[in-house]
């Protein structure tokens, strides 16, 4: 989500899709070969029941987590994130992960950051979480000046959003601007507490953990209420479960969308086949070149950059991934249709799913 990202306008066929790799290494590059083993990322496949993961088989996965998806949702987030806590308390074991995430709306005035951010509960073996994130309007990776001029600005939209939502939560932590970022404290040392990316110009998180299970329940539903009345996009996440836990888990609400994640160890060249698996809703993901942008571009800023093949339902398409933009933003599309032999347009992913 801290990464600039393109993507090709049109469908490609799979062969497409590699034939950019063969143009890579026509170039100097080291593109992975296509019997050479890859991690493919799914997303969002939409399964029946949890048995439909069985169409991986043929494959080594892991990090598997179902999700359980409520788009258009109204309802009581303290009786649904109640309910997740309690079927969790009944199978907690080392190993499994419960969250539930749920928006909220930012109560100040902002210009360069989102007015609703998201947030998550959640529960680990011996100890649960609450997850605060912001997103801005648009970014700006680490060490990239283009944003130099509004960087006070957004320093103190970002600590204002925060404090907000630490206001509604009642959590003891303080804040502070320090060296071009904001800085969180929690009053008690001790406690595990974890800020991410606080000098970026982009999505900022934070992430408060505590030993008791019950702590969140009430202040999360505070935060969600600041949504309404606009309906929310809920989604529970469910990792390191038997089948009959999930099955205790989606009789919640049964009406909920059932979709899968995962990582998938395969050959490049299997990718059509893990399509094939995961239609008609699921994604792919998987990196076929990475390289350091002063290779084509001696003259360019240094930028790292990914690559990569993604498959949907309209077929596949090539993304590119960089930490900073190399060449001024007019240039850059130019440059990368001339890399990758396809147009793009700049398709920044979204921060909260």
């Not at 994130?81 to 709306?105: K, M, N």
């Not at 303080?174 to 800020?195: G, Q, Y």
């Not at 702590?215 to 989604?235: H, M, N, Q």
């Not at 993901?285 to 990475?290: D, G, H, K």
Request: net charge negative.
């Amino acid at each position: 989500m801290l990464e600039r990202r393109w993507e090709t306008t049109g469908s490609l066929t799979f062969s497409q899709a590699l034939a950019v790799g063969d143009r890579m290494r026509g170039l100097g590059l080291k593109p992975t070969a296509p019997a050479n083993d890859v991690i493919c990322y799914v997303e969002e496949w939409t399964v029946k029941s949890v048995d439909d993961f069985d169409q991986l088989d043929p494959w080594a996965t892991e990090d598997v987590t179902l999700i359980h998806v409520r788009e258009q949702w109204r309802g009581d987030f303290f009786l649904l994130s109640g309910a997740y806590h309690t079927s969790y308390l009944r199978h907690q074991d080392v190993g499994t992960y419960c969250s539930i995430s749920h928006p909220w709306r930012i109560r100040e005035r902002l210009t360069l950051h989102e007015p609703k951010g998201m947030f998550w509960i959640g529960f680990r073996h011996a100890h649960s979480f609450i997850r605060i994130r912001l997103q801005t309007s648009m970014v700006i990776t680490p060490g990239e000046t283009r944003g130099d001029g509004q960087r006070t600005q957004w320093l103190d939209e970002r600590r204002a959003a925060f404090l907000d939502a630490i206001a509604v939560l009642e959590l003891p932590v303080e804040t502070a601007i320090e060296k071009d970022a904001v800085v969180l404290r929690p009053h008690d040392s001790a406690i595990p507490f974890f800020c991410s990316w606080p000098d970026a110009f982009g999505p900022c998180q934070f992430e408060y953990n505590t030993t008791d299970a019950y702590e969140f329940l009430v202040p999360a539903s505070k935060l969600a209420a600041t949504y309404s009345p606009e309906p929310a996009g809920v989604r529970a996440y469910l990792t390191g479960f038997s089948e009959a836990a999930l099955g205790e888990f989606q009789a919640i609400e049964p009406a909920a969308r059932v979709a899968y994640r995962c990582s998938v160890h395969c050959p490049l060249d299997e990718l059509p086949d893990i399509l094939d698996a995961i239609r008609p809703d699921g994604r792919l993901y998987a990196t076929l070149c990475e390289f350091q942008t002063r290779d084509l571009l001696p003259e360019g800023e240094e930028a790292s950059a990914i690559i990569g093949i993604v498959g949907g339902s309209g077929g596949f398409q090539i993304e590119v991934r960089l930490n900073r933009a190399p060449l001024d933003d007019e240039a850059m599309a130019g440059w990368l249709e001339q890399l990758i032999g396809h147009p793009v347009a700049y398709a920044p992913l979204p921060a909260f799913v």
